[in-house]
């Protein structure tokens, strides 16, 4: 089955980890399951942009938190506008061997702008992205790398994942249906 937007990532991404890896999330559609559903129980297990203001935010953070605690897995959690903004980061974290795994939420759109569009009676604009293969880009970085589409390919992909003692990057492909009711 196609994965649901972006809160089943969230839900099944800590799961196959020993220890549940710090997160760090930028602005997108995909903040609010984050900081509703990612399992919190000490501080800056989290890292997050305040406000809810900054796209590529979610990789910078992963590198200086993999950098402070080489042993413990981080999870960037970016929507594909972010991994844009940001992308030459992913030479860094594979430089530096660095335990991220970079889960990209890809549906080629500025969701969270094209909702905000829609919810104004505007037609979209500016907000598509085309497709992108992520996992091409991360593979050149000299990452190891995933495209998944569904539930069982993500378990997979975050399963081989979490044994790595370096970095990932998972292209989740996602179904952009249902994100204006998600954020109601």
């Known amino acids: 089955p196609a994965m649901r937007p972006r809160q089943q990532v969230v839900e099944i991404a800590p799961s196959p980890f020993p220890r549940i890896p710090r997160l760090t999330a930028d602005a997108g559609a995909h903040m609010f399951p984050a900081t509703m559903l990612w399992p919190v129980s000490e501080p800056n297990e989290m890292l997050i942009s305040n406000g809810l203001s900054t796209?590529?935010?979610?990789?910078?953070?992963?590198?200086?938190?993999?950098?402070l605690d080489r042993s413990r897995p981080v999870v960037a959690l970016t929507g594909d506008g972010g991994l844009l903004i940001c992308m030459g980061?992913?030479?860094?974290?594979?430089?530096?061997?660095?335990?991220?795994?970079?889960?990209?939420?890809?549906?080629?759109?500025?969701?969270?702008?094209?909702?905000?569009?829609?919810?104004?009676?505007?037609?979209?604009?500016?907000?598509?992205?085309?497709?992108?293969?992520?996992?091409?880009?991360?593979?050149?970085?000299?990452?190891?790398?995933?495209?998944?589409?569904?539930?069982?390919?993500?378990?997979?992909?975050?399963?081989?994942?979490?044994?790595?003692?370096?970095p990932s990057l998972i292209d989740a492909r996602i179904d952009p249906s249902g994100y204006a009711e998600t954020m109601k």
Not at 115 to 132: E, M
Not at 143 to 160: I, P, Y
């Open 55 to 67: 796209m590529g935010f979610a990789l910078p953070a992963a590198i200086g938190a993999g950098l």
């Open 89 to 166: 980061e992913l030479a860094t974290v594979a430089r530096e061997r660095l335990r991220v795994t970079t889960i990209v939420l890809n549906d080629a759109s500025l969701s969270l702008i094209e909702i905000k569009q829609q919810a104004r009676k505007l037609a979209p604009a500016g907000v598509a992205l085309g497709s992108i293969d992520w996992t091409k880009i991360g593979a050149g970085f000299g990452m190891t790398t995933w495209t998944v589409r569904t539930v069982e390919e993500l378990n997979a992909a975050l399963s081989a994942a979490s044994s790595l003692d370096g």
